[in-house]
């Protein structure tokens, strides 16, 4: 059983700093990926950042240099830093995660997902 809850998001004004995080239930182990996907109204889910096992660390090209994903496995949290938010940030987040060492960006790939957390900025 592997279970994600989310929390973090809220509404925030651009150039805003918010930091989400996601707990992680069961899913340990060797070879996992974690990450984070936003989704907007009407759109897919697009992959935003991921972090593997060992800490190796991707972003879109839209949030590199302003988001940073990590983690703290002794609390089993994932966490998304968001800084300089654009009003294009805007949408319901997830985390998600895959137990393998191969990491995808194809929200398809990822079996185990969070209720979400909505980030809304203003300009």
């Known amino acids: 059983q592997v279970d994600l809850v989310e929390s973090g998001g809220g509404s925030v004004q651009a150039g805003g700093s918010p930091r989400l995080f996601c707990v992680l239930y069961?899913?340990?182990?060797?070879?996992?990926?974690l990450g984070w996907f936003r989704q907007v109204p009407g759109k897919v889910r697009d992959w935003v950042a991921g972090i593997d096992r060992d800490g190796l660390t991707r972003y879109t090209d839209s949030v590199k240099g302003r988001f940073t994903i990590s983690t703290d496995n002794a609390k089993n949290t994932l966490y998304l830093q968001m800084n300089s938010l654009k009003p294009e940030d805007t949408g319901r987040y997830y985390c998600?995660?895959?137990?393998?060492?191969?990491?995808?960006?194809?929200?398809?790939?990822?079996?185990?997902w969070g209720q979400g957390t909505q980030v809304t900025v203003s300009s």
């Open positions: 069961g899913g340990s182990g060797d070879g996992r990926c």
């Open positions: 998600t995660l895959r137990v393998t060492s191969d990491c995808s960006i194809r929200a398809a790939m990822y079996p185990y």
